[in-house]
């Protein structure tokens, strides 16, 4: 019996080591990071949404980059250029050979949000840090107010990839089951529901409430832990396959703008190696949208009852 346990315990630490090997490829811990900020391969970009954070301090050595102006474009509703952002990441310091770190506040939506970006233009080697800005902050490692400008990168994009992101007509298919694609609303069950249009504060609202027709609702913080590091990748499998999402079918995940659903994206995409594209019209887009179907459980009309 005492060899049956640990033959268990020794298969369950192998298992533990395989499943952070996996995520390794596309997370990179607190204490890793700190170890290798002085690697010249390795760029560190902050992506927050709340203004002068980064100025108040940040990582050592990371770049700023603005969501609302420098990973959107800033006259058409859509996300930035190919070739503006190439000229961003070249201004970071980013080169053919470099790791990037990604990371941010608010959770890592928004850095979340950076790397579906990344992924869209073909970047290689790009990491989110486990746990984000909240976790560094929380562990009290080095911040610093000092902006350094790094030497210019040599990066190429060459390619777009358009399976990553999901447009109106693709959602409005996948609810009229016109393509078998599973549907992941990631929002609050409130909002899932109708009984909210947004969260409190939010200004970007939809005419109606509701969720797309089909769509089952994971709320994004069912994949981290109480330190806003992702769960083991077997435990995430467990949670999505519960809701139906098994990675058999293509997926499309959506929230409100796209930014929490880039976070969902990058747990089912980059984790569990799922097909799946980001809605970053989401419900804000398709809300508002004339002669697409809406489901309400709440029972809310135009903001009424």
Known sequence: MKIFRALLATAALLASQSVFAAASDFLVSTDWLEKNLNDPKVRVIEVSVNPGVYERGHIPGAVNFAWHTDLVDPVRRDIVGKDRFQQLLRDAGVSK??????????????????????????VENVKLLDGGRNKWEAEK???????????????????????????????VAAAEKKADVALVDIRSPDEYQGKVFAPAGVQELSIRAGHVPGAVNVPWGEAVAADGTFKPVEELRKIYAAKGIDGSKPIITYCRI??????????LSKLLGY?????????????????VPVTNLAGTVWGGK
């Not at 210019?152 to 109106?168: F, M, Q, S």
């Open 258 to 267: 796209g930014e929490r659903s880039s976070h969902t994206w990058f747990a």
């Open 97 to 122: 050979d470099s790791t990037v770190i990604l990371y941010g506040d608010t959770n890592n939506w928004f850095a979340a949000w950076g790397a579906w970006v990344f992924d869209i233009y073909g």
């Open 275 to 291: 097909q799946v594209a980001n809605s970053d019209g989401s419900w804000t887009e398709y809300g508002n949208a004339v002669g």
């Open 141 to 171: 490692r080095p911040l610093s107010a000092l902006v350094k400008v790094p030497a210019p990168g040599n990066i190429e994009i060459t390619k777009v990839n358009g399976h990553l992101r999901a447009y109106l007509k693709d959602v």
